[in-house]
């Protein structure tokens, strides 16, 4: 067992990722199983992993440290020396998994994520890693105290037209359906959402049949649209 500080080195960039383990051979099957299971915690490694093939990575042994006290110090001195963090595989440039990151750190990470788009793959994996996940009564406390204050509407027009296109053509499983079905089983909708129900249904119907709404039908979405204003003021 090899304790100390290492890189895993994409051989065709010249690009690393440093860390530090007490057991590096074990770390290093943790990082690759992680990696071809596309669940890796450094997304730049992932993404150059995904792009190069595991055959472009191997394992560099750094420093050979049993010291505790001083593995932390040498995995710095690796990470600026490599420039493992600005030009390599690191998401932050420090050394030590267990402090906590400073709101500069916490700042620069939120600058990088700002306006990043997931790809259609990413979301299929975030939503197995968290299919059947269990979120504790603490979490759940810290949700809703989060979103006290916050004010669910009316969206803008611009929300409205993304929503909409988000969802247009979009068709919902049998399983969903089922789902959906099974929730409704005894309850019953207030007078309100019925009224609303009936418009929506309306106004679907005329877009189907590509005539004009009746009048009657634009002043009761009016009149619903104004209610549901006035109730939120």
């Known amino acids: 067992m090899v304790a100390g500080v290492y890189a895993i080195e994409n051989a065709e960039t010249g690009k690393a990722y440093v860390g530090s383990s007490r057991d590096i051979a074990r770390r290093y099957r943790r990082h690759v199983a992680l990696l071809r299971a596309g669940k890796h915690h450094s997304s730049k490694l992932q993404r150059s992993w995904d792009k190069h093939g595991e055959g472009a990575f191997g394992l560099r042994i750094l420093d050979r440290i049993s010291d505790d006290a001083?593995?932390?110090a040498a995995e710095q001195k690796w990470i600026d020396a490599l420039n493992a963090h600005a030009g390599g595989y690191n998401s932050i440039g420090r050394a030590g998994r267990v402090l906590?990151?400073?709101?500069?750190q916490r700042a620069e990470m939120?600058?990088?994520?700002?306006g990043r788009i997931h790809t259609p793959e990413a979301r299929r994996k975030l939503s197995e890693a968290h299919t059947g996940k269990i979120v504790s009564a603490a979490t759940r406390s810290?949700?809703?105290?989060?979103n006290l204050g916050k004010k669910n509407g009316p969206h803008s027009d611009e929300s409205r037209a993304k929503m909409s296109a988000a969802k247009r053509g979009k068709k919902n499983s049998p399983e969903h359906i089922e789902k959906t079905r099974a929730a409704r089983i005894g309850t019953t909708a207030s007078e309100e959402t019925k009224a609303r129900m009936r418009i929506a249904q309306l106004a679907?119907?005329?877009?189907?049949e590509r005539s004009p709404m009746p009048q009657a039908v634009k002043d009761k979405i009016s009149a619903t649209k104004?209610?549901?204003?006035n109730a939120r003021n």
Not at 204 to 208: C, I, L, S
Not at 226 to 229: I, K, L, S
């Open 110 to 114: 939120s600058a990088r994520l700002q």
């Open 142 to 146: 810290k949700l809703r105290a989060a």
């Open 70 to 72: 001083a593995i932390f």
């Open 100 to 104: 906590p990151y400073t709101p500069e």
């Open 226 to 229: 104004r209610e549901r204003f």
């Open 204 to 208: 679907r119907w005329a877009k189907r």
